[in-house]
Each structure stands twice: as structure tokens, then as C-alpha cells.
Nanobody, 119 residues
Framework: QVQLVESGGGLVQAGGSLRLSCAAS????????MGWYRQAPGKQRELVAN???????NYSDSVKGRFTISRDNVKNTVYLQMNNLKPEDTAVYYC?????????????WGQGTQVTVSS
């Protein structure tokens, strides 16, 4: 059974920093992509950043230059370093992993962690 355990959310003032972690376990197949999404109240869930197993990264325009995604393939953990946080970054942040095996992709989501940025 795949488990994603997220940590690192909280309350921070604008301009501050937080680091999110997501540790994955129980996968049967290899992880090919790890990423972070967020959902603010009344809005759709959106991609924040993801990272492939070759290290290539993808960021939403709203976080470029402020957030950095990284992964530890030994620990099956993905991190999101968030700097210069803004009130509009307030949301529930979800970890997502994609595995590939037997010719198919499977996606798994974490439970979400709240990030609140005060002005």
C-alpha cells in the first residue's frame, strides 16, 4: 500500500520561508515524477512544481525564482523549499507521485499540508 507522508506546513509571515517534505513508501514500481500541487479556498488544484527521475524540473510561473523542488531518490522523498512567501501562496499543498510499471502509470496523492502566509 502506497503511503505519502507530508510535513513542514505552517503559519509564516510574508517574506518568510518554509520547507515541505513528502516521504513515499510502499511502491511496487519505480517513481518517475514527484511533485507538489496546491489548492486555495474556492480555487482549483494547481501544479506548483514537479521533478522527474532524471532531475528535470518544472515550475508554475507564480513560484519561479522563489520555490525550489528537489528529491532524494534513496529516501523516496521530495522537498519544496519555499522562500519569499506571499499571502497568495496560502493554500493546502499536496504531494503527488507517479509510478511506472507493467506499461502503465499510477498516481498517488498525499493528505495535504496547510501553508498560511500572513501579510
Amino acid at each position: 500500500q502506497v503511503q505519502l507522508v507530508e510535513s513542514g506546513g505552517g503559519l509564516v509571515q510574508a517574506g518568510g520561508s518554509l520547507r515541505l517534505s513528502c516521504a513515499a513508501s510502499g511502491m511496487r514500481f519505480s517513481i518517475v515524477v514527484m511533485g507538489w500541487y496546491r489548492q486555495a479556498p474556492g480555487k482549483q488544484r494547481e501544479l506548483v512544481a514537479n521533478i522527474s527521475n532524471d532531475g528535470s524540473t518544472n515550475y508554475s510561473d507564480s513560484v519561479k525564482g522563489r520555490f525550489t523542488i528537489s528529491r532524494d531518490n534513496v529516501k523516496n522523498t521530495v522537498y519544496l523549499q519555499m522562500n519569499n512567501l506571499k499571502p497568495e501562496d496560502t493554500a493546502v499543498y499536496y504531494c503527488k507521485i507517479t509510478t511506472r510499471g507493467l506499461g502503465s502509470l499510477k498516481h498517488y496523492w498525499g493528505q495535504g499540508t496547510q501553508v498560511t502566509v500572513s501579510s
